[in-house]
């Protein structure tokens, strides 16, 4: 499985960004998809996921109103929308997949990250 991340950037706090994942190879039929975040010094966070049905989805606690998370299973595609971006929302960006109708954060594959950079 190859998970192909963009969409990350310099952005003035205050800002959108919207991030894209693609999901190829052996994928299998049903699938969910995630984010994860890394922070400078920090630990991998988990932050949003959506199963294959494309409407259930979680989200991290400290996140969950700025963030939105979509896919479109056609193309095998998994965004990720971050509104108001505040500077500890900088990091690098992981999406990740998880094999099957459920979600856990024990997932299969992590993708290459993306860095988000936010400037106050």
């Not at 984010?35 to 979680?58: H, L, M, N, S």
């Not at 929302?89 to 992590?110: E, K, P």
């Amino acid at each position: 499985v190859q998970l192909q991340a963009s969409g990350g950037g310099l952005v003035q706090a205050g800002g959108s960004l919207r991030l894209s994942c693609a999901a190829s190879g052996r994928t299998g039929s049903n699938y969910a998809l995630g984010w994860f975040r890394q922070p400078p010094g920090k630990e991998r966070e988990f932050v949003a996921a959506i199963k294959w049905d494309g409407v259930t989805t979680y989200y991290s606690d400290s996140i969950k109103e700025r963030f939105t998370i979509s896919r479109n299973n056609a193309k095998n595609m998994v965004y990720l929308r971050i509104d108001s971006l505040k500077p500890e929302d900088t990091a690098v960006y992981y999406c990740a997949v998880r094999a099957g109708l459920g979600w856990s954060t024990r997932v299969d594959y992590f993708g290459q990250g993306t860095q988000v950079t936010v400037s106050s």
